[in-house]
């Protein structure tokens, strides 16, 4: 029995949150009461209740949206081939949502309200259920509005049909996310008005100095100049940091230090999964590598490093074998520095292990403009947003013409480039987008997938790089693609302003077409100077990463800025879903459209987004009947 001494002290080990009593039994501390680390929820049939609660991070009290009043949510434990049943009741007074990211179910389960089905009224009880047709570590979160920043996120583990192919002796789940005081509509109005509001790393007079020793009075010169005609800042990394978010594992703040037990030797599965809603995670154990036998739920083939680089929504699994009966310190800094989220590994309760400091801020380049490695003496020619517009400026990327909205003349039916496709037989021309949602065109646009993300290259040791991954199993489609769609990742970061191919969702008129059982290739040029992980609901993307059978396939990636990034596609399965990028106030920017699957004998969306309302039903209730239409105040897809 536990003396009352030693239960004392292990409550007060597990910090200010779990006192709060939101902490369920996988994401706690190790302590007395919970050596292991995972209870989770298992079975067929769940009730999930969502609501408000008060969280406690690192002693600082603030609003929380929870699933069984527990954030982060319940772990959800099933098995591949077993068939779910999922009872999820709204106590909100506003409509709510479940998306299951990354599981491959009929669309009518996806979860995204006004695409999927109606979404979840206050009052009322949605039911969903569907077959578990994968195996690995995914998760779940709202779609609805902003509700995902204030704590409605959950992992999930399927466990594989048969034997798994990576054995370990332990495991834990280890969510990172970050949260905002503030509160995200507060947030997000700030950015909308000034959308540097956050970035407290901006370049100083030191700086300059600084520069100029190194590269000379004229270069320093030549690149501030260039950056203000850009009206751009080159440390713009991230448009939301610690400057409002706190970084959590497990729903911990740094000082309340989740910390998992091992024993000397053991191997040690991390299912790690980026439930943040902005913020990009650079993970490493200093003196403990890593081996990766996981990608968004899939397995790979095993490639140790000593860093990753995780962007949000995106899952690895990793095993690690620490020998010495010390502690180790599992850090996680934010991409762009401003702050960390951090935990231990120890062999006994209460051991800890230095925490390294924040490393400097990294910075943008021309290569992250989209100019290449030689651009830096034609920059401010040809990149003077000041004396000309955006269509001069893409006209000059591109010697092609525009139509007086900035589209394209030669595009697919859904205005985005089919290079070639099977009714032509040749490569199509692109258009550019263009209008006041575009302030920059890449005009050198490279693969970028053999390099480590921002601030990466020169850390003196492995960091993963998407070249790295290969899959485990073949691929269970290699042909060849019949067409490619080219989709470009647009900004205007002065006004705010994200989107694809120029147009907000409010401004979509179709949504980008794809044939069941068809094999095409998605191009993404991201014209941006931000990261942005990019998602496709109900299928994974096959990177192109010089794989020819065994290329990684995900969910969720990110293309990094001035990149060019190809992933081959087969749909299987026919129904609207959801394509957008993952940073949470991007989509509810408007970055985020609509990949309609239909048969392959019909050439029409089944659905155009712009008949979906978020508010629909149907006579039988489970939002599956028509839906009409209309958009939220921000164009986001509620």
Known sequence: MISRRSFMAASAALGGAASAG?????????????????????????????????????????????????????????????????????????????????????????????VAFPGIRPGETFTYRFPIRQAGTYWYHSHSGLQEQLGHYGPIIIEPAGTDPVAYDREYVIVLSDYTFEGPHRVFEKLMKVSDTYNFQQRTLSDFVEASRQNGLLAALRDRSMWGQMRMSPTDISDVTAATLEYLVNGHGPQDNWTGLFSPGERVRLRFINASAMTIFNVRFPDLPMTIVQSDGLNVQPVETDEFQIGVAETYDVIVQPREVRAYTMMCESIDRSGFARATLSPRIGMTAPVPPLRPRPTATMQDMGMGHG?????????????????????????????????????????????????????????HPGGPGVANMAMQPTSRLHEPGAGLADVGHRVLVYTDL?????????????????????????????????????????????????????????????????????????????????????????????????????????????????????????????????????????????????????????????????????????
Not at 42 to 69: E, P, W, Y
Not at 75 to 100: A, M, Q, Y
Not at 425 to 431: A, I, N, V
Request: include cysteine; aromatic fraction near 6%; charged fraction near 20%.
């Open 375 to 431: 651009a830096m003496g034609h920059a401010s020619q040809s990149m003077d947003h000041s004396a000309m517009g955006t269509a001069a400026m893409a006209s000059q990327a591109s010697p092609v013409a525009h139509d007086e909205r900035g589209g394209h003349n030669a595009a697919g039916p859904e205005g985005h480039t089919m290079m070639n496709s099977p009714e032509t037989g040749g490569p199509q021309r692109h258009d």
């Open 470 to 638: 290969k899959s485990l199993d073949r691929n269970p489609d290699t042909r060849p693609p019949g067409r490619e769609v080219e989709v470009h990742l647009t900004s205007n970061m002065e006004r705010y302003m994200w989107s694809f191919d120029g147009r907000r969702w409010s401004e979509v008129v179709d949504p980008i077409q794809f044939y069941q059982g068809e094999r095409v290739r998605l191009t993404m040029v991201n014209d941006t100077m931000m990261p942005h992980p990019i998602h496709l609901h109900g299928m994974f993307f096959e990177v192109v990463n010089g794989e020819s059978d065994h290329k990684p396939r995900k969910h969720t990636i990110t293309v990094k800025p001035g990149e060019k990034l190809s992933v081959d596609v087969t749909p299987e399965d026919v129904g609207d879903w959801a394509f957008h990028c993952h940073l949470l106030y991007h989509m509810h920017a408007g970055m985020f459209q609509v990949v309609s699957v239909t048969p392959s004998e019909t050439h029409h969306p089944m659905n155009p987004h712009q008949d979906h309302n978020p508010h629909g039903r149907s006579d039988d209730g489970t939002g599956r009947g028509e839906q009409h239409g209309e958009h939220s105040q921000h164009g986001d897809p509620q």
């Open 22 to 114: 939101l902490l369920p039994a996988w994401a706690q501390s190790a302590g007395a009461t919970n050596l292991n680390g995972i209870r989770p929820l298992s079975g067929d049939v769940f009730d999930l209740t969502i609501g408000r609660s008060t969280a406690v991070i690192d002693g600082q009290v603030g609003g929380a949206i929870t699933i069984n009043d527990q954030l982060p949510a319940p772990l959800l434990r099933w098995r591949e081939g077993d068939e779910v049943t999922l009872r999820v009741h709204n106590t909100l007074d506003e409509d709510t949502s479940i998306h299951w990211h990354g599981l491959l179910l009929p669309f009518q389960m996806d979860g995204v309200p006004g």
